[in-house]
């Protein structure tokens, strides 16, 4: 079984390949890199479940695979949900310079004034499976925490730097790859999408 998975981060695939191989599932997990020619596919839905959808179903058309894709991004209850979506352009597209810094500067000027009590949010994923067939699956995950005020750990990328999971003193910054795939919100999505895969074999 071949499976496609939307992203040219080589990072996700083996990812994936253990947690399908955790759920009895034996896949041959491919990146975009195996398909020079694949379509670039904006992120235009406002969810991420429509966005995960998105790219899983425009990736199985092209190949004539099964395509796995998600979406993420952090979504701050005083916030109202956002950067949600726009997690990765929240501080707008820059050409140059350092996107993540940018975007998580801003949110924590965007919460300057606000008490660790209301400074609460979610890490939150989509995953979405499409067969060439048409079949549909969609999986989430969410992982809830709080926002500090001042960037902590070297590891991780984005807003890892400043969110503390819940039940943890640590930021996903000083967690180990190991014990953030643990908890985190992409692992969980894409662990339950896995059973959602073993049950259809």
């Given at each position: 079984?071949?499976?496609?998975?939307?992203?040219?981060?080589a990072?996700?695939?083996?990812?994936?390949?253990?947690?399908?191989?955790?759920?009895?599932?034996?896949?041959?997990?491919?990146?975009?890199?195996?398909?020079?020619?694949?379509?670039?596919?904006?992120?235009?839905?406002?969810?991420?479940?429509?966005?995960?959808?998105?790219?899983?179903?425009?990736?199985?058309?092209?190949?004539?695979?099964?395509?796995?894709?998600?979406?993420?991004?952090?979504?701050?209850?005083?916030?109202?949900?956002?950067?949600?979506?726009?997690?990765?352009?929240?501080?707008?597209?820059?050409?140059?310079?350092?996107?993540?810094?940018?975007?998580?500067?801003?949110v924590?000027?965007?919460?300057?004034?606000?008490?660790?009590?209301?400074?609460?949010?979610a890490?939150?994923?989509?995953?979405?499976?499409?067969?060439?067939?048409?079949?549909?699956?969609?999986?989430?995950?969410?992982?809830?925490g709080?926002?500090?005020?001042?960037?902590?750990?070297?590891?991780?990328?984005?807003?890892?730097?400043?969110?503390?999971?819940?039940?943890?003193?640590?930021?996903?910054?000083?967690?180990?790859?190991?014990?953030?795939?643990?908890?985190?919100?992409?692992?969980?999505?894409?662990?339950?999408?896995?059973?959602?895969?073993?049950?259809?074999?």
């Open positions: 079984m071949k499976i496609v998975l939307a992203t040219r981060n990072k996700k695939v083996p990812e994936l390949r253990a947690i399908l191989a955790e759920a009895g599932v034996t896949a041959e997990v491919l990146a975009l890199d195996a398909f020079p020619d694949a379509p670039e596919v904006p992120e235009t839905e406002p969810s991420f479940v429509g966005n995960a959808l998105l790219k899983a179903r425009a990736i199985a058309a092209h190949t004539g695979l099964p395509a796995v894709a998600d979406d993420s991004g952090l979504s701050l209850d005083e916030l109202r949900g956002m950067p949600g979506v726009l997690s990765a352009r929240w501080a707008g597209r820059l050409g140059g310079g350092d996107q993540d810094r940018a975007n998580l500067e801003l924590l000027d965007q919460l300057a004034d606000t008490p660790p009590e209301r400074r609460g949010g890490f939150v994923c989509a995953a979405a499976l499409v067969l060439p067939d048409g079949t549909e699956v969609v999986s989430e995950g969410e992982m809830r709080r926002v500090l005020r001042e960037p902590r750990g070297e590891n991780g990328f984005g807003y890892d730097p400043v969110f503390v999971p819940e039940g943890e003193s640590r930021t996903t910054a000083e967690l180990s790859p190991e014990e953030k795939n643990a908890i985190s919100h992409r692992g969980i999505a894409f662990r339950r999408l896995a059973e959602e895969i073993a049950a259809m074999i």
